[in-house]
Structures are given as structure tokens and as C-alpha cells.
């Protein structure tokens, strides 16, 4: 592998700048692919963006930017995306910095600008020796994220489609399942969600196996089978929805013949109960009927107190007695029946006791 570091302009980078959807975005007189397959869309906010503008109008140095050479010669960012299209759209006129857009400068403020030197290095190699590098060198910036790794690990045909689904700002997905999904889009959360659905989470795994497949059709039809089948079983929307992992439930119910009215009914009150905690766990308690889903509230210090010193430390299952920290808060009538988190409610069971009573 060759790592060699040049001295390039911002002149030579922003020629032939282009961003569309058909040919993604291009810079270097059309030779540098500034959008890798796996690279996410840009994510800069005003302030980070107009910190590079400030860098390079004082002529302080920019931070290294990495690029690869591609086997037809011609070259793909491996760091430097945000930077580079911040560079790129000012020179082209997208937005203002201190309320002057590029064309409003002075020639010899855009000269100065436009002859800045970037330092470059570029790298050649394998693949999987650019892979390695890139792995090495994802530690400072903009970090991608675990699924951003993924995709340049297995880019090729397969990644480039599932993102043409799962990926864009606007995409399929995030139209179909706004509702039910947390994380961004361009951050590869609902990609990684979905393979991790799909695949159980063997997420390198599947990725490795179809990384060469000419489309991720097998996934996005996995996907809208799991949202149509959300619509259809659990039809109100409430935020509390988003996050639920949802391909699980789906791969164990979605055959089944679910009663959507009775479930509503028992979610609207399950909703309203002050003992759950943890109101995303509803759905998937009402189709497994696993209590951890729901976080049900637990009995306060005081309360537990309270029952000890009535009980005088006594566990009323076995009848020996045992210091306050040798024990543990228990429902007398179980919350399934019916019994809430209350001080009328509770006991105090030895460990032993009351985990032979919860069966753990």
C-alpha cells in the first residue's frame, strides 16, 4: 500500500463541482467522488459549516483530508466529505459566510481563497488494505457510525441500492415508517435497523453474504412486510411506537390471527397505567405477555420500610427473620391481577423467597 501526501487547492477541488441525484457529487474536475456508496449525505450544521469558511479566510490550516485512487485512476474521499462539500458549496454559491455569499468577495479575497492548499494524502492499495486504513483513520471528526463502517466494509451493488431506499433524506423508508422508527436516515440508522431485523442480528454477516447481489429487493420487501403488518395490527398511532423492535415481534406473530380492537383496548388501559413505566413495552407485552417489557413500577424506600417494620422482619413465606437489605420488595396481589405499586400492597420477601415466587 502507497500513502503519499499532496498539496491541492481549493481551486483543483472545487472545479467541476457538481450534486445531483443521478450522478451524486463530484469535485476535482469530475475525477474525485466526494459521496462514496457508503459515505452518509451531508451533515453539517450552519456552525460547523461556516467554521471551515472561517478556517480558510484566515488562512489558518485545515485538518488532513484522506482520499483513495479507484483502479480506473480516479479518486474517492475516505475523510473529508463534510469539509469538502462545505468548500465546494461556498465556492458555488449555496450560502453566505458573514453575510457575503463568494461572489460578493473582492478578487483578491476569492484569489486568496481559491489558492489556499489543502493537504491530501491519497492512498493506494487493495481493497481491503484501503478498508483497513479507512478503519484506522475513522478517529477524529465527524466519527462515523457502526453501519457507516459496515458500508464501506461491503460496498458494492447490494449497499448502494439499500441505500437508495433506507439512506436519502425523504427516502422510501423514512415515508413508510416514520411512525415506528427512531434514528436518521442518513445516519444508516433505519438501514441498520432493518438488516438487523432481517437478519437477526447478523448484520456483517448477511451484508457479507449479499454484498455482490445486484439489489437489496430480499430486504426492502422484508421491511414493508414488517411496517404493513405494524399498520394493520396496532392501526393508532402513538409516539411511544418508535423504537419498538418490531422485526422480532413480527417474525413470531405476524402469522397469527390478532384481534386489532381487543389489543387496542388493552393497550388504551395499559397506557393509562401508572405503574408501567416503560410505555414502548406495551406492544410487545401484549402479544408475549412478559411483564420485563413494561418496567413495572417499583416500591420506594419508605414503602419498603414501612412493610418491614410491620412484618419486624419477619418473611411471611418462610417465617425466619432477616436484616432489611437481605430482602426484597414484593406485590401481594400481583400486578397481572390486578394489584398496584402501593404501600397497602406491599411485602417483604427474603431473596430466596420471592425469587422462588417470580419463578427466576
Known amino acids: 500500500m502507497k500513502i503519499e501526501l499532496h498539496k491541492i487547492t481549493i481551486a483543483q477541488l472545487t472545479d467541476g463541482y457538481e450534486d445531483n441525484a443521478e450522478n451524486g457529487v463530484k469535485a476535482f474536475g469530475g475525477k474525485l467522488d466526494v459521496r462514496p456508496p ?3 449525505e451531508f451533515v453539517y450544521n450552519d456552525k460547523q459549516r461556516d467554521a471551515v469558511i472561517d478556517t480558510l479566510t484566515n488562512g489558518f490550516p485545515l485538518n488532513v483530508m484522506y482520499w483513495a485512487v479507484r483502479d480506473d485512476g480516479t479518486f474517492e474521499i475516505i475523510d473529508g466529505q463534510q469539509r469538502t462539500i462545505s468548500v465546494c458549496q461556498y465556492v458555488n454559491g449555496d450560502f453566505a459566510f458573514m453575510f457575503k455569499y463568494f461572489h ?5 479575497e476569492k484569489n486568496a481563497i481559491l489558492n489556499y492548499e489543502l493537504q491530501v494524502y491519497i492512498c493506494s492499495g487493495t481493497d481491503s488494505e484501503k478498508l483497513k486504513w479507512f478503519q484506522t483513520i475513522n ?3 465527524e466519527k462515523l457510525t457502526d453501519q457507516e463502517l459496515r458500508n464501506a466494509v461491503y460496498a458494492g451493488s447490494w449497499v448502494s441500492d439499500a441505500k437508495r431506499h433506507f439512506s436519502k433524506s425523504g427516502c422510501a423508508a423514512y415515508g413508510l415508517a416514520k411512525d415506528y422508527m427512531s434514528g436518521s436516515p442518513i445516519r444508516q440508522e433505519y438501514l441498520e435497523t432493518a438488516i438487523s431485523w432481517l437478519s437477526k442480528g447478523a448484520i456483517e454477516y448477511y451484508m457479507g453474504k449479499h454484498q455482490h447481489d445486484p439489489n437489496a429487493n430480499a430486504l426492502w420487501l422484508y421491511f414493508t412486510n414488517v411496517i404493513n403488518w405494524i399498520k394493520v395490527t396496532f392501526p393508532k398511532k402513538r409516539k411511544e411506537m418508535k423504537g419498538v423492535e418490531w422485526g422480532p415481534l413480527f417474525d413470531a406473530y405476524g402469522d397469527k ?3 386489532a380492537v381487543a389489543l387496542e383496548e388493552e393497550i388504551s388501559k395499559l397506557m393509562q397505567d401508572s405503574d408501567v413505566t416503560k410505555k414502548s413495552g406495551i406492544y410487545p407485552f401484549v402479544l408475549t405477555r412478559k411483564e420485563r ?6 416500591f420506594d424506600d419508605n414503602m419498603k420500610r414501612e412493610a418491614y417494620e410491620k412484618q419486624q422482619g419477619i418473611c411471611p413465606v418462610c417465617g425466619n427473620y432477616f436484616e432489611l437489605e437481605q430482602m426484597e420488595a ?8 390486578g394489584g398496584k405499586t402501593v404501600a397497602s400492597n406491599c411485602q417483604m420477601l427474603c431473596k430466596e423467597c420471592n425469587r422462588r415466587k417470580s419463578g427466576v
Open 38 to 40: 457508503y459515505q452518509r
Open 104 to 108: 460578493n468577495l473582492q478578487q483578491d
Open 139 to 141: 478517529i477524529a471528526g
Open 257 to 259: 390471527q390478532l384481534d
Open 293 to 298: 417489557y413494561l418496567s413495572i413500577r417499583a
Open 330 to 337: 414484593d406485590h401481594i396481589t400481583p400486578w397481572h391481577a
